[in-house]
C-alpha cells in the first residue's frame, strides 16, 4: 500500500476532503502537490507542510486549461492523479442563474475533463499510472435543489469508465469514488443551520454516522495503491451505506 518514490496532484487539495487526500497519500509515502484557488487556503496548506519538501500548493483555477498547463509544464512527472475540486449550491432548477451554472458545469465537470487531458499523458509515461476523480452519492441518487449538481456527478460516472477504456491499454487506472454526506465546509453551514436533517441523515445511513474526509482519503489512498491494480471504471460509493437502499418501508 505504499506510495514511496510517486508523485501525486490533487486539485481542490488545500481544503475538506481534498486536503485529507493530501494528506493521506503523504502519509503512504508521495510526494504531493494541491492545487487551489483561494490565498488564504493555499497559505494555511503551506504553513501545515512547511517542515516537508515533499508537500507543495499552488494557486490554479480548474476551470482555466492555461493555469493547469502551466502547473503540468513545471512537473517532471505524474503517478497519481485526483480531479476532487468541486462546488454546490442548494437552488431549484427554475432558479439557477446562468452564471451559477455555468460555473457548476465547468468546475465539476468540465474541470475534471481538462484536468485530466492535461495531465493525463504524464501517466503514461510511468508504470501504474492512477487517476481517482472525486464523484459523489448524488451521481446515482436524485437530489432536489441541486439538479445541477447532480448532472454533474452523474457526468462523470460515464467520463471515469470511458477513460478507463481509452486508457487501459495505457496502464493507467480510472476510477472514482463517490462521497455520501461529508462534514466539510461545502456541508457545514447546511448542517449548523438544520440539526434536524443531520439527525435524518444519521438514522437513514446504515452505519448511523455522518462521514468524515478521512473516510474517503483512505479510499482514495487504496486506489492510488498497487493494492487496486486490477480495479478500473468503478466509482466506490463512501457513504456508509446509504446508497445500499433504505428501511423505510
Ligand atoms: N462534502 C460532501 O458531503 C461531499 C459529498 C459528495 C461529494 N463531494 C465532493 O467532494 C469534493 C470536495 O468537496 P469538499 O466537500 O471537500 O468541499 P470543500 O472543502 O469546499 O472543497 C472543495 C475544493 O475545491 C476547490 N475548488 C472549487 N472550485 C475550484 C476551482 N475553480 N479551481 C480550483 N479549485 C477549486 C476549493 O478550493 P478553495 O478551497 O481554494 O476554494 C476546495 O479546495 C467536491 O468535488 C464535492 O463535490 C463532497
Request: net charge neutral.
Amino acid at each position: 500500500m505504499r506510495l514511496d518514490g510517486k508523485t501525486a496532484l490533487v486539485t481542490g487539495g488545500t481544503s475538506g476532503i481534498g486536503l485529507a487526500i493530501i494528506r493521506a497519500l503523504r502519509r503512504d509515502g508521495a510526494r504531493v502537490i494541491a492545487l487551489g484557488r483561494s490565498k488564504e487556503h493555499i497559505e494555511t496548506f503551506r504553513e501545515e507542510f512547511r517542515q516537508d519538501s515533499l508537500a507543495s500548493a499552488e494557486l490554479v483555477d480548474v476551470r482555466d486549461r492555461d493555469e493547469l498547463k502551466g502547473v503540468r509544464d513545471r512537473l517532471d512527472g505524474l503517478d497519481i492523479l485526483i480531479p476532487n475540486a468541486g462546488i454546490n449550491t442548494r437552488v431549484k432548477a427554475l432558479d439557477l442563474e446562468d452564471e451559477a451554472l455555468r460555473d457548476m458545469l465547468q468546475t465539476n465537470l468540465y474541470g475534471v475533463f481538462v484536468t485530466c487531458q492535461v495531465f493525463g499523458p504524464l501517466l503514461f509515461l510511468r508504470p501504474g499510472g492512477r487517476v481517482v476523480v472525486t464523484s459523489s452519492l448524488a451521481a446515482i441518487h436524485g437530489l432536489d435543489l441541486r439538479v445541477a449538481y447532480t448532472a454533474t456527478k452523474a457526468g462523470l460516472s460515464g467520463l471515469v469508465r470511458s477513460l478507463a477504456i481509452e486508457w487501459g491499454p495505457k496502464g493507467v487506472t480510472v476510477n472514482a469514488v463517490g462521497p455520501g454526506i461529508i462534514e466539510t465546509s461545502l456541508t457545514r453551514a447546511y448542517m449548523d443551520k438544520h440539526p434536524e436533517r443531520v439527525r435524518a441523515t444519521i438514522e437513514n445511513t446504515p452505519l448511523r454516522r455522518i462521514g468524515t474526509p478521512e473516510d474517503v482519503a483512505d479510499v482514495v489512498a487504496f486506489l492510488a495503491s498497487d493494492g487496486a491494480r486490477f480495479i478500473t471504471g468503478q466509482t466506490i460509493y463512501v457513504d456508509g451505506g446509504i446508497s445500499a437502499g433504505s428501511s423505510w418501508w
